[in-house]
């Protein structure tokens, strides 16, 4: 092994350069080239290579973003496509590849290494925290702290106006975010994708924090959770109750801003791991954080097995 490459590939997330850094650091530590490829699969399919040294990744670790962009590629779904990259990483003489993403992103490295052979290392980086095989995915901590602080003022306004608010937050198929949050800054429910959501329920807890002289109360909803988004959640209550309730989305704002220190560490040991993975020929593989250890697991484990939500904060979520 005497060149690999570094991509960030599908919705970007805090700590993503910090990776980026110790990847081209740990690279040229062992004495390899690094090259970084620019929009993710879509830079691979078009040669959009660059070469890195250390002064290209110094000062980024607390950036939030990627400096190398990131995308999702249409053209990689397809055997053309992945053909095409695969060419290109053949004659740039580039030996293996560290993929940073989530789930997606690790299909589409899994494809290009069983059909054309290219070693690929995936790291964990996804706000959402839905990668098995890993404690913590960069960037989820970030996200989580700055939807905790979105919150907590929402919180103030709501406890001023005496309101019912309900806050979105990401999370399509997971409620990783939602969970932790609602946890978190106190909400009277928590709505997510993976448990049945009793709309009745919820509206008779608020009407006895109402009662109880509650002066603000707070839903927590992950967008993906199964009775609709924040608006239509809103719609529903007041249709059963004659609650009305204002709706915050937080959207991309917790994609972006400064990494906390914990996914910047993350991000710093797993870009370091999956230099070593590819250099001990670990072949198609993930580098995680499980107990404070560093693991390694076949790729394809990321999307065949199902990450767990921590059963005691579904509890505590429940319980206030």
């Known amino acids: ?58 000062n980024i670790i607390q950036r939030g973003g990627t400096i190398l962009h990131s ?20 004659n740039d003489n580039i030996d293996g590849l560290v993929v940073i993403g989530g789930d997606g992103s690790f ?14 290392v995936g790291v964990p980086a996804t706000i959402d925290n839905d990668i098995w095989g890993t404690d913590l995915t960069i960037g989820f901590c970030t996200a989580v702290n700055t939807a905790l602080e979105a919150i907590d003022k929402v919180r103030d306004t709501a406890a001023a106006h005496d309101r019912l608010f309900i806050v979105e937050v990401m999370g399509r198929s997971a409620g990783f975010i939602a969970l932790e949050v609602g946890v978190g ?14 709309l009745d329920a919820i509206v008779r807890k608020v009407r006895k924090r109402i009662s109880m002289g509650r002066s603000s109360n707070i839903l927590v909803v992950a967008e993906g959770d199964e009775a609709g988004n924040a608006f239509e959640i809103a719609a529903k209550i007041e249709k059963i109750s004659g609650l009305k309730s204002r709706v915050t989305v937080l959207g991309h704002v917790q994609r ?27 072949g198609s ?33 429940e319980t206030r």
């Open 185 to 198: 800054s106190g909400a009277e429910a928590v709505l997510i994708p993976e448990t049945p959501t009793d």
């Open 1 to 58: 092994m005497r060149k690999i490459a570094v991509l960030t590939s599908g919705g970007d997330s805090p700590g993503m350069n910090a990776c980026i850094r110790a990847t081209v650091r740990r690279a040229l530590n062992r004495g390899l080239s690094a090259i970084g490829v620019r929009k993710g699969f879509d830079g691979l399919i078009d040669g959009d290579f660059i070469e890195l040294e250390s002064q290209n990744v110094s």
């Open 107 to 120: 299909r589409g490295a899994d494809r290009l290494s069983e059909e054309h052979g290219i070693a690929v």
């Open 285 to 317: 593989c993930m580098v995680g954080e499980i107990n404070g250890e560093i693991v390694i697991h076949p790729l394809s484990d990321a999307w065949t097995k199902k990450k767990k939500l921590d059963p005691l904060l579904l509890v505590l979520s």
């Open 256 to 282: 972006g801003g400064s990494p906390e220190s914990i996914d910047r560490v993350l991000a710093s040991k797993l870009g370091w791991a999956a230099v070593d993975a590819l250099v001990d020929g670990a």
């Open 71 to 90: 995308a999702r590629s249409e053209r990689f779904l397809t055997p053309e496509g992945r053909s095409a990259a695969a060419a290109n990483l053949r």
